[in-house]
């Protein structure tokens, strides 16, 4: 008959009694395991508010009701048009002085003769929203909405063309129009929308034209209404803008964290993407177990250092992927 202590090491198990150091000073087998989480600050949902035409109850309305609750709205412009010239310098001062993002909507929202016409009329549009931006870099990652209600005749292009052209002027086709009044009929139909997003973790967004004002309107107490939820589900949903969303969901797909070395006293990691870091420069979320004993912890990626609090066993991090390997060290709370 085996001993107990045959049966330990048969088991592999026979040095783990005599194991001489507390077990809350020892790094766990799990130190250092690192998730990227799906969403910024690790949201629940990402929701998106996007605007076409330029039309002015944006400026009127739309804008003061975001600015007030500190949220992202993204305005799909039309440099060329009317309503944008009638309101050019609040386009190009106040809009993105509000922390509004820009768009590219086409120069006049009216034709796409041939390759080279759509060229012209997108190339037009990305010029006038870089003035409007003069510290961004470019090129940089700009969205792109498609003008819809164009005669046939005047867009002579294919959906083949169309993707070609954008990839090359580095413009993100964004999502298909989805708002009021033309897919939801009440407030309560808009507000669905938003905990549809909630439900299944993912990216929601209501689009608009007129709010309280102009063409295909929505009614501004609809509009209050929106930001009211989301505000509400501030903890919840990442409220942010098209090309935010698109380089979070696509630099995670192609990320790996990989855990260099971790003890009871530093945890190196490297976090790489497959994507272009010169236009994918958005930092992803990472939550790293870190030791026991940690209460907070120190930050360090390149010339960044930041400190945060550890939660149940876990720190939670922004990190650049592509970018200098990641440090991590105890910190005093
Ligand atoms: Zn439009």
């Known amino acids: 008959m085996k001993t107990l202590s045959t049966l330990l090491m048969a088991l592999g198990l026979a040095g783990a009694t005599?194991?001489?150091?507390?077990a809350r000073e020892a790094p766990g087998p799990e130190?250092?395991?690192?998730?990227?989480?799906?969403?910024?600050d690790g949201k629940q949902a990402v929701f998106l508010l996007e605007f076409d035409d330029s039309c002015e109850s944006h400026i009127k309305n739309a804008i003061p009701e975001l600015k007030k609750r500190g949220m992202v709205g993204t305005f799909y412009i039309n440099p060329g048009n009317g309503p944008f010239k009638n309101k050019q310098r609040a386009w190009e001062t106040e809009v993105p002085a509000a922390g509004m993002e820009l768009a590219n909507h086409t120069f006049t929202h009216s034709h796409a003769l041939d390759v080279a016409d759509f060229e012209r009329e997108l190339q037009q549009c990305t010029d006038e929203i870089n003035k409007c931006?003069?510290?961004?870099?470019?090129?940089?990652?700009?969205?792109y909405g498609q003008p819809g209600g164009v005669k046939k005749e005047k867009w002579l292009i294919t959906k083949d063309e169309t993707m070609a052209t954008l990839a090359k002027l580095n413009l993100i086709d964004r999502p298909p129009f989805?708002?009021?009044?033309?897919?939801?009929?009440?407030?309560?139909?808009?507000?669905?929308?938003?905990?549809?997003?909630?439900?299944?973790?993912?990216?929601?967004?209501?689009d608009f034209h007129g709010v309280g004002g102009d063409w295909l309107v929505t009614p501004l107490d609809w509009f209050r209404a929106i930001l009211d939820k989301l505000e509400a589900h501030r903890e919840q949903i990442w409220v942010t803008d098209p090309i935010s969303w698109h380089k979070y969901l696509t630099e995670r797909k192609a990320a790996t964290a990989k855990v260099l070395a971790a003890d009871a006293k530093q945890i190196r990691l490297q976090l790489t993407s497959a994507t272009d870091p010169a236009l994918y420069d958005l930092p992803l979320t990472l939550a790293t177990r870190v030791p026991a004993n940690w209460k907070a912890c120190t930050v360090m990626q390149g010339a960044t250092k930041t400190k945060v609090q550890?939660?149940?066993?876990?720190?939670?991090?922004?990190?650049?992927p592509g970018a200098a390997e990641i440090i991590l060290q105890p910190a005093a709370d």
């Open 310 to 320: 550890v939660a149940g066993g876990l720190a939670r991090y922004p990190a650049l």
């Open 133 to 143: 931006y003069p510290d961004r870099k470019t090129p940089r990652l700009i969205s």
């Open 178 to 206: 989805w708002g009021p009044p033309l897919h939801q009929k009440s407030a309560a139909e808009c507000l669905k929308t938003i905990d549809q997003a909630l439900a299944k973790g993912e990216m929601g967004h209501l």
């Open 18 to 22: 005599q194991a001489a150091a507390p």
């Open 31 to 40: 130190t250092g395991a690192t998730t990227i989480l799906k969403w910024k």
